[in-house]
């Protein structure tokens, strides 16, 4: 499985950013497609998940309300779409595929077989 984020970039304050993330590869119609963020200096940070199969959706708190994830079946493209972005959602956002069933979303890293490249998101105040 490939996986190919883009979409980054720099954005004022209360702004928004769409994240595309192309996949492409084995069969992935029963993966979980996750979104994660590593803000400088810290650690990779869970931010969303969506089920491929039937578009069940999970998101981190911090994002909740302001971030959707999403994803075309037919161009095997993964979104998320950020609103109202805050200088503290500044990092690097990667995509990744958990391919092992499972019946509550996983949020760890360690938990995600394929990873893409990661896109900068910059939000200045």
């Known amino acids: 499985v490939q996986l190919q984020a883009c979409g980054g970039g720099l954005v004022l304050a209360g702004g928004s950013l769409r994240l595309s993330c192309a996949v492409s590869?084995?069969?992935?119609?029963?993966?979980?497609m996750g979104w994660f963020r590593q803000p400088p200096g810290k650690e990779r940070e869970f931010v969303a998940a969506?089920?491929?199969?039937?578009?069940?959706?999970y998101y981190a708190e911090s994002v909740k309300g302001r971030f959707t994830v999403s994803r075309d079946n037919a161009n095997n493209t993964v979104y998320l779409q950020m609103n109202s972005l805050k200088p503290e959602d500044t990092a690097d956002y990667y995509c990744a595929a958990d391919s092992t069933w499972s019946p509550i979303f996983t949020t760890t890293t360690n938990e995600y077989d394929y990873w893409g490249r990661g896109t900068q998101v910059t939000v200045s105040s």
């Open positions: 590869g084995r069969t992935f119609s029963r993966y979980v």
């Open positions: 969506i089920s491929w199969s039937v578009g069940t959706t």
